[in-house]
Nanobody
Framework: QLHLAESGGGSVEAGGSLTLSCKVS??????YGWFRRIQGKDKDGVAG???????SYVDSVKGRFTISQDTAKNTVYLQMNSLLPEDTAVYYC??????????????????WGQGTQVTVSS
């Protein structure tokens, strides 16, 4: 069983920055991803990182968001810069075990975190 615990959400003005963290209890060969649920919509993938460090992003966040990992701390980060009001959402950390992000995104993750709210005001 893998436990994911997000932290770092909050409220910020447009143009500001936030960093989300996801503490992982038992890392393995994986893809870790950040998803978000904008109010009234389904969860959508935002960024992913494979166990070898390869990263991928949805077009709407490219150049603004950066996903990274600290394997010594078993933590995955999402650095969010130049935030826009449309980035307002509940952000979730997720894990696919034994899969690469490019193959896994679009399918249901094996594990989800509890979510953290990010609110960007104009």
């Amino acid at each position: 069983q893998l436990h994911l615990a997000e932290s770092g959400g909050g409220s910020v003005e447009a143009g500001g920055s936030l960093t989300l963290s996801c503490k992982v209890s038992k890392p393995n060969r994986y893809c870790y991803g950040w998803f978000r649920r904008i109010q009234g919509k389904d969860k959508d993938g935002v960024a992913g990182i494979d166990s070898d460090g390869s990263t991928s992003y949805v077009d709407s966040v490219k150049g603004r968001f950066t996903i990274s990992q600290d394997t010594a701390k078993n933590t995955v980060y999402l650095q969010m810069n130049s935030l826009l009001p449309e980035d307002t959402a509940v952000y979730y950390c997720a894990a696919y075990i034994g899969k690469r992000c490019n193959d896994a995104f679009g399918t249901e993750p094996d594990y989800w975190g509890q979510g953290t709210q990010v609110t960007v005001s104009s």
